[in-house]
Each structure stands twice: as C-alpha cells, then as structure tokens.
C-alpha cells in the first residue's frame, strides 16, 4: 500500500473512531461511549489482568476487540516496512559513556542513514554528541553537531577529543533564525529522537535548504501550539474532509507506549494510578462535583507511603479542604477497583495508539514529498529497543 493511501485511510479510521479513543478514562467514572458500545464495555471488563498486559503490549493479536473496533484493518495500516541493512555490527567498545539502550539505538539508527560519501553530516538536537561521534568514526566524516546546552556542548567535545574523532559541537538553538545556516544542498541532517517543534523545525529547514535529512521524530506532543495543524497539504486536506482534528493532548497517544518497565516500576506506577483515581473519589464527593480533578504528577520515589498521606497532599495541591474524618480503606479500595476498570478500558486507545503515530509520521513524508524530496519511511529497529522506531529518509531531487 502506498504512503498516501496509508494516510488516507488512517485519517478516515482516526476521524470515524476519535469518540472512542480520545476520552482518557481515568478522567471519567463512566466511559463517555458506553451507551453506545455497551458488549465492548462489558468484554473488556471481563478481561484477565494476563490479557490486559497482553493488549497493552499487542494490541493487533488476537483481540477480542476486533467484533467492535476496525484492529484487523488498522494492524495492515501500521504495518510500514522494515528498513534493511547490511551494515556490520559495530566496535563494543565504542558504546563506552553511552547508556546501553542508546547505544543500540544510535548502531541502529547510523545502519539505515543512508549518507552519501560528499554530504557534510550535521547532527540536529545532539544531546553530547553520542550519535555524531560514532558516525566520524564509523565513516570517518567530520561531523557537526547542534545543541544548545552549552554543558552538553562541552561533556560532548571533551569526549571527541578523547576519541580523537573530528566532532564539532556547536552552541545553537535550532529554533533560532541562524539555525537554517547550517544547513544547504551538500549537508545531510541526522535527528535521532527529535522531539515536536524540534524536528518539524529540521523538516522545513531541510526543505528552505536542500539538505538530505534522516529523522526517527519523537514526543510529537513537546509543541508550542495547542492544536495540531497537518503539515502537508494532503493531510490538511483529508483532516478538512473527515473532520479530524488534533490537539496537542491528543498527540500524546502516539507515544503513549513505553518499554516495558521492571515489575517493581510497574508496580509502583499501578499504586501511584489506584491512588491518584482514589483520590478523585474522595475530592468529588467532598466538592461535589462531577468533575475530575488533575493532580500534579510526582517525580520517581516520591510517592508517599500510605494513602491518606497522598490524598493530604494531593488536597493541599488543589486547594481541597478534607473533613476531620475519611474512610481512608474504603476509598483506596475503590480506586484500586477503577484503576482496573481504567486499564481495561485503556486498551481501546491502545488500539489507536500507533495509527495516530504512524499517520503523524506519513504527514512528514508527505511535506517532504511535497516539497520536491524522494522520501521512504520504515521501522529502523526493534520495538523493545525503543517504541520510537520509525525512521523518515529524505533526499532532494534535482
Ligand atoms: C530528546 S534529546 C535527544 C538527544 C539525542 N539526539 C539522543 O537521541 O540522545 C533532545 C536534545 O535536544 C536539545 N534541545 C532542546 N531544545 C533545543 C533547541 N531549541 N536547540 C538545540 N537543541 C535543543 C536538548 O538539550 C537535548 O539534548
């Protein structure tokens, strides 16, 4: 099937289908499409806890969801190539100062970029420079790379210079005007893990430019604008006829998947969701409202230990008087009982997850082949290596 009549067809199923999958769960006591799908509700409340992390991690093998909802179809939609390579595996000890996964990411990423021999490697957003070195050094190109944390700017030319690879790492904001001057015709831009703004950024510089550009886009979410607006003017189109519309809320499905966490991380995190939706009980009954309450979200380690000390925070946060006398167990019983109820019905965005971030990917690929670019999208790695696996090749035609 063709980019474009993937997109076609993703726009029309994300369109005919957003009722389902753009309400969150955990914010409403009762899914807002249960009178409509009424069996769904009741499959999916049915389901083991084994087949809610099966769903969550598959959502495409055998699904009970398939009698309600298009997966069959939407698992041929999201089938996009598997890039090839035939590049050899490169030195382990190269990897040294780069953190395991990355590593594998960046041997992954540099297998399908495609440079040609003459084109000047930038590298756009490069952190320390980790992918940039191990390109000088595979290739033995000098490389330039853009960042603008000047800390990471100086960690990452300390490490060139340890490896005596000719990396030159420069001070740039590449939302900045003078960005666009590293790049032209003869450079070949190189974006691994670019976030929102970030990379849609690189994807016009390219385009003012000429330059080849290789991008894996990540974060679609990280924008400045709260709504989406399509990028191509295929997708604006299609949007404008199936009357689909993003927000920047709604982009963050796409990269909703995460690597699977170590049990004692997922445990916490399935704690730390019991509690936040006990909470929610309690602070409607005590307001009185029916509406969900957001809380601001903890950093790692810093849950509190038993529920009532979490809700005395969270009420704190919000400004929610608590009364003198709450039945802690009951209402931590209940959350525990919606977070199973939340994760079930979850499962129904899950099914729409990788469409949206497929269909964010071919809106790239469809600005770039706009613009006069011979472009190609596929799967630069496996998914446990990083869910953020889609790579986008673009080279200017003459
Ligand atoms: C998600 S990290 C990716 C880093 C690297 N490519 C990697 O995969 O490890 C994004 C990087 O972009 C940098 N960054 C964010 N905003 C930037 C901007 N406006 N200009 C240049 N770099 C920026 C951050 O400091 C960070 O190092």
Redesign the pocket.
Known sequence: MSPSSRLARLTECLAQWQPLWRPLPFQHLHAPWLERFPGLAAALLRLSDADVDRLQAEPWYDSPLAFWLPVTELADLVALPRLESDAAPLPGTWSQHIEGR?WQQIEAFLAHARLSPAALAVEW???KG??SRTLARQQQRAVTA????PA?CRHGQALAARQQVTVDMRC????APEALTWLNARTHAL?????GD?HVRLLQAAIATGSAVTLSP?CYQRTASPSYSPLSQQAQRLCHLHGLALSRDDLALAVQETVTAPQGVRRRRERAGAWRLGFDLLQREVRGEHDYLPVPSLAYGKLPDTFDEFCRWAAACKQVVLPPRVDWQAFEAQGWQRQAQVSRFELVRHVFRRPLEVWLALDRLALLEEAGFAADIGIFCERDLTPRNLMLRAVKLN
């Open positions: 990355k957003c490069a952190g980790h992918l853009l960042e603008w944390e990471l740039q904001d590449v939302m974006a691994l893990h670019a976030c970030l990540c």
